[in-house]
């Protein structure tokens, strides 16, 4: 089984950054796709970046530009760089991971971004 804990969130006003990290423990698989999802208040969760083992990334078009998703494979660590905050990136931000050609996944416990002023 494999263990996610989330950090970096908190309150920055519009126009800052925050960069968060996911790390993963437990029985890490070397071929998976890692990645950050977000859930709005009252909205379905959605995707804003996934990366996979060997580097391939995938962005939701509303971060394109603003937020950077990396990793760090030896400390089975991932990364998300979020600049020029706006206030409909308010949201708790979830740490996923699915061993690739699998259904098995995983979900950290969340982590609360809010952007206000």
């Known amino acids: 089984q494999v ?3 989330e950090s970096g969130g908190g309150l920055v006003q519009p126009g800052g950054s925050l960069r968060l990290s ?6 890490v698989s070397k071929t998976t796709v890692m990645g950050w999802y977000r859930q709005g208040p009252g909205q379905q969760r959605e995707l804003v970046a996934t990366i ?3 580097g391939n990334i995938n ?4 971060v394109k ?3 950077t998703i990396s990793r760090d494979n030896d400390k089975n660590t991932i990364y998300l760089q979020m600049n020029d905050l706006k206030p ?3 949201a708790v931000y979830y740490c996923s991971y699915r061993i690739l050609y699998t259904d098995y996944t995983e979900w950290g416990q969340g982590t609360q971004v809010t952007v206000s002023s």
């Open 52 to 54: 996979t083992n060997r």
């Open 22 to 27: 996911c790390v993963a423990s437990g029985s």
């Open 88 to 90: 409909e990136d308010t």
């Open 65 to 67: 530009g603003r937020f």
């Open 3 to 5: 263990q996610l804990v």
């Open 59 to 62: 962005t939701a078009d509303s």
